[in-house]
């Protein structure tokens, strides 16, 4: 039995890792939510904001620097607020693993993830994700449990990473839609995925528990 292929932008992971890059994805699919949620101009105004503008004239065609990534994701929080920020970076997950599923992820490789039992599929496309976990986690550190349930850590977080919580709040939507769409595509359709703990609120790293 194969694993699933997961391909992305750049070559070499030990490199990617320590340059701090992440797949573009992250910039392209923000944009695209938040283009159908608050419109061009506000999309405009939160990339510009961000530093970004340049993205959004010309989509990213390579990994980008995980810092445009942490920027865009701040400055989305406090242009639209936390609860609007956070819908809007879900969207952009369930993008991304839209993406992933068209491009990236073989057919062949999702008939197989389709026929087996949740448990044994789960096993195989964390195995695949972390293999691959260079192009989403950029700098920071994926660990994972492929049990049931699942359990997902990504320590060094670039998605909230210098954001500050309150205790008990969690701000790494794009995580959670990104595995939920995936889990629920390819797995099965009652996964559910949660963020139990977060580092802007003060844990050790961002976790995410997939049940179902
Ligand atoms: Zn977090």
Redesign the pocket.
Known sequence: MGTVALQEHAPDPALAAAAGVIGPNALIQVAAALKDSHGPAEAAAVFARAGLSRFLDQPPETMVDERFVTALHATLRARLGVAEARAVADDAGVRTAGYLLAHRIPSAAQRVLGVLPPVLAARMLMGSIGAHAWTFAGGGAFTYRADRPVVFS?EG?P??RD?HAAPGA???DYYAGTFRHLFRTLVTPRARVA?TA???AG?AA?TFTITW
């Open positions: 990504v977080c998605l909230c954001a969690v701000l790494c963020q977060c580092q802007a844990a961002c």
